[in-house]
Antibody
């Protein structure tokens, strides 16, 4: 069965960076886009970016451009999200999420529905 | 402030039907048929309930249905059950640099 297992909670100082991992199993990583979505405490969902694990191509929400980097290690079926220059308002649960249709069948906007999600990683930014 | 507008809360009794609205603009919801709905229970990851406006993923009950008219999408849940209680989020593809925008979420209470 498809599973996305994320790394554990992190506590970071303002200005620091964090790297969250998302290990995929039960399917071929390179056949589906992977997205990252965050949720601040008591707040809604916010899309951060997308990576094509096959070629490594990425796209980021304008708000996070320059601070977030998505990478893939296909040998371990793991996707990473590195977030730098952390601020207190970046305190949130960060989720990886797989696109529903896969690289072969999705196109444009149809690549932005997320059927499998990781369990979430709480990143707390505090001095 | 979220890009898509949802009511903060809705409620209904078991067996009843409820509808949650989601309003956007012509740059997102009104311009594309890429609207999704997610259910989220406390402390859990979101779960995809509807995609491409009205399609249900495998395993989702046909009590859940979606539609869209102009800049407003709707999620209807018929035959309400206690386990339907939770938060519901709409999302849409957008032509802006954000790619995907979400609504602020609607808390569904089953009375």
């Amino acid at each position: 069965q498809v599973q996305l297992v994320q790394s554990g909670a992190e506590v970071k100082m303002p200005g620091a960076s964090v790297k969250v991992s998302c290990k995929a199993s039960g399917y071929t990583l390179t056949n589906y886009y992977m997205h990252w979505v965050r949720q601040a405490p008591g707040q809604g969902l916010e899309w951060m970016g997308i990576i094509n694990p096959s070629g490594g191509g990425t796209a980021y929400a304008q708000k996070f451009q320059g601070r977030v980097t998505l990478t893939t290690d296909t040998s371990t079926s793991t996707v990473y999200m590195e977030f730098s220059s952390l601020r207190s308002e970046d305190t949130a649960v960060y989720y990886c999420a797989r696109d529903l249709l896969g690289l072969r069948y999705c196109s444009g906007g149809s690549c932005y529905s997320f059927d499998y999600w990781g369990q979430g990683t709480l990143v707390t930014v505090s001095s | 402030q979220s890009a898509l507008t949802q009511p903060a809360s809705v409620s209904g009794s078991p067996g009843q039907s409820i509808t949650i609205s989601c309003t956007g603009t012509s740059s997102d919801l009104g311009g594309y048929n890429y609207v999704s709905w997610y259910q989220q229970h406390p402390g859990k990851a979101p779960k995809l309930m509807i995609y491409d406006v009205s399609n249900r993923p495998s395993g989702i009950s046909n009590r859940f249905s979606g539609s869209k008219s102009g800049n407003t999408a709707s999620l209807t849940i018929s035959g309400l059950q206690a386990e339907d209680e939770g938060d519901y989020y709409c999302s849409s593809y957008t032509s802006t640099g954000t790619r995907v925008v979400f609504g602020g979420g609607t808390k569904l209470t089953v009375l």
